[in-house]
């Protein structure tokens, strides 16, 4: 009974994600789907990418959040659009589900931006089974959260199609087995591009930008 009721609202996302995608592509938006824990550096990473990609690549934020604007006002200091849902009012949410993402996305002129990221609620698991229209996933692990977490939240290193690997700049201070927690992703999702990056020096930005920039020129 209880698989039929979940499986009936992922089918109902389903369906909602898929019109989304249609929309986003009639107007030509490269979407991303950005995720993690909370506190591994989404907010960050997105600041400085904002500050490296404007005005050349038109983009515009929606972020997710159980409350509070904090990561909205952080955002639109980069003079980009942001939307801020807060899921208290959808029921405290776990994830962004697709109708929330399509009511988000009515306040932004579509009409006027290349690359629409989603920063979704700081979670590895719940996110990782919600479609919400996008073109691509991306996860956000840190180097303070553990080298074993690819193993134990396979399903979110599974579905996405590259993974950043943040705050390398702490490595020094750290007992942190990079290479493990390489391993361990690619143990998941074999191939899967990794970006070794610190959102604090922004060592390591170029290959994530070249990335994103790929995914924005199709
Ligand atoms: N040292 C260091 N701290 C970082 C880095 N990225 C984020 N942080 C810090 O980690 C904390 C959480 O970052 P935030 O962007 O809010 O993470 P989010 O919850 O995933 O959006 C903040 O105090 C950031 O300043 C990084 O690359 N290096
Ligand atoms: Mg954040």
Redesign the pocket.
Known sequence: MEIKVVRKVLDVNNMMAAQNRQLFAEKGIFVLNLM?S????????LEKTLSRILPEIRTAVIVGDICTSN?ADRLAKSGAPVVQVNTDEFGGDCHLAAHVIASAAANLNLNAIDLLIV?NV?NLVCPAEFDIGENARAV?L?VTEGEDKPLKYPLMFRVCHAAIL?????LPYLDYDKEAALRNIHQIHADMPIFE?????EQGFEAWLKWLGKGVRG
């Open positions: 993690s909370p506190g591994s550096g989404k907010t960050a990473i990561d920063e700081g956000v840190s943040n705050k390398t700049d702490l990056m610190s959102a604090k020096t």
